[in-house]
């Protein structure tokens, strides 16, 4: 079993950058891989970052590449979101995961979900 709780969303104006924490507790944390998902009003879920099990290689959704790295720390069991150039599309509430080593990209993959922290950008 894995606990995940998100923090670090808000009000951004378009162009700038928040970074967003997602505390793990429970099993190692460094046997899932972790990722970071969102979901507008109205939209489905859709998968942001994501970080392998090993840590090895991270990926993104191409709407952020360039724009937002996913990092961990495993000494403090956190996964992070950096968020630059923020755009008003990218206002949602977004959503830490956490799955076993065959998780990739879709929701269903992940067993373990965050609370989800809002994060709004301003035009």
């Known amino acids: 079993q894995v606990q995940l709780v998100e923090s670090g969303g808000g009000l951004v104006q378009a162009g700038g950058s928040l970074r967003l924490s997602c505390a793990a507790s429970g099993r190692t944390f460094s046997d899932y891989t972790m990722a970071w998902f969102r979901q507008a009003p109205g939209k489905e879920r859709e998968f942001v970052a994501g970080r392998s099990w090993n840590g090895i290689s991270t990926y993104y959704q191409d709407s952020v590449k360039g724009r937002f790295t996913i990092s961990s720390d495993n000494a403090k069991n956190t996964v992070y979101l950096q968020m630059n150039s923020l755009k008003p599309e990218d206002t949602a509430v977004y959503y830490c995961?956490?799955?076993?080593?065959?998780?990739?990209?879709?929701?269903?993959?992940?067993?373990?979900w965050g609370q989800g922290t809002q994060v709004t950008v301003s035009s």
């Open positions: 995961a956490a799955g076993d080593i065959r998780a990739r990209d879709r929701a269903y993959e992940f067993n373990w």
